[in-house]
């Protein structure tokens, strides 16, 4: 497989680009005609879609020795403009996957995006149901769901039940994330706050790096919790592992996601999972059977889901199956049935080759090649 890089800008590659603009912009006139008078766009956000233009005019020339047939993009950022512009020029179509925030949050010219493409590809049946409501003209037939999932194989040792039963500890949470803004662990951290001032034992800890670490540092310490939260900062695989197996429960507290991969590795885990109840997350998280649900933004539902397992978790009897234990199978169940990474993908993958290749091409025998290999041809 060759990876292609837009930067650094080249010069010869950049006269080509130019050259290609003049001959084949008129392939370009809807476009720039939806950048520069349509919408409602601000100059800066119109001023970046020019320059997202010319990337994409960049990236043709650099196509066009592949003789690529279709261009299939990952989030509906500037990457899909990029993505849309080379295959205008090149004459070929183009598809993109939306996955969460670039479709709910920054949503920037999806109307052009999604009228141009062949096909979008969306995780979640919220997704899919917010597309069709907000881009009426769209033909629901290209709109295609298409779950993430886990590698099961390589999560080895499932955790069995906490070891709460056989000694009393501080109730274990964790969260795993990067550290900004939509991922709102300032929120958790205020309710860390709620939990402590209500009597409760317990330790937090917060696995992830980024933008926001200062000012959840300064959070921690002006809420005086530096003994029961703990920014953990980037962990290797194996530590993300052993942060697993060590937590009671597994948090969630995004104001804005997708389906969480967080979520479905702890899930697959056999941990107990406390999420809100946004986005495509109660497909996944099933309130009191896969796991448990919390109004998103409201800090008493949240300690209250705390309050309930922990009281649960503490009282679990030593020799029988408890509630909790039927909540951890049927997560594991839940992941592994319909967030499975090899069966979705192998799905993902018949789902694809239908769409970008002829009807006779798509009833060819597939079964036999590997799924992994056909990916790295498109």
């Known amino acids: 497989m060759e990876v292609l890089y837009l930067q650094p800008i080249r010069a010869l590659i950049l006269l080509r680009a130019l050259g290609l603009i003049v001959w084949r912009g008129h392939r370009l006139a809807g476009l720039l005609a939806r950048v520069l008078l349509c919408g409602r766009e601000s100059v800066t956000r119109r001023a970046r879609a020019l320059l997202h233009t010319f990337l994409g005019a960049y990236y043709a020339v650099q196509l066009r020795r ?145 933008p926001e670490r200062q000012k959840l540092d300064t959070l921690i310490r002006e809420h005086r919790l530096q003994d029961r939260v703990r920014l953990i900062g980037h962990v290797s695989r194996r530590e993300l592992d052993s942060l697993y197996e060590r937590a009671d429960v597994v948090v969630l507290n995004s104001r804005s996601e997708g389906i969480p991969l967080v979520l479905m590795e702890a899930m697959a885990r056999g941990k107990i999972v406390v999420a809100p109840a946004i986005t495509g997350v109660p497909e996944l998280v099933i309130h009191g059977k896969t796991g448990f649900l919390y109004a998103a933004g409201m800090s008493k539902d949240f300690v209250a889901r705390i309050a309930f397992l922990e009281e649960r978790i503490r009282g679990e009897p030593r020799d029988s199956i408890s509630y909790l234990d039927w909540v951890r199978h049927a997560a594991r169940v839940q992941v592994l049935h319909n967030f499975n990474r090899e069966k979705n993908l192998a799905r993902f993958t018949r789902q694809f080759l239908r769409q970008v290749t002829s009807e006779q091409f798509a009833m060819r025998e597939w079964s036999s090649l590997h799924e992994d290999i056909v990916l790295q041809q498109i």
């Open 66 to 210: 592949y003789r690529v047939d279709h261009i299939h993009v990952h989030h509906g950022y500037f990457g899909s403009w990029i993505a849309m512009v080379a295959a205008r020029l090149l004459g070929v179509d183009f598809s993109l996957t939306l996955h969460g925030s670039d479709l709910l949050l920054h949503g920037a010219y999806l109307d052009t995006k999604l009228r141009r493409c062949r096909f979008c590809v969306t995780v979640s049946e919220y997704n899919r149901a917010n597309i069709l409501k907000r881009f009426a003209a769209v033909d629901p037939d290209k709109i295609l769901l298409a779950r993430l999932g886990v590698e099961i194989s390589t999560i080895m040792g499932l955790t069995q039940r906490a070891d709460a039963r056989s000694a009393r500890h501080r109730l274990r949470l964790l969260t795993v994330g990067r550290l900004h803004a939509v991922k709102d662990h300032a929120f958790l951290v205020r309710a860390c706050a709620d939990l402590r001032d209500r009597g409760f034992d317990f330790e937090c800890g917060i696995a992830g790096d980024g």
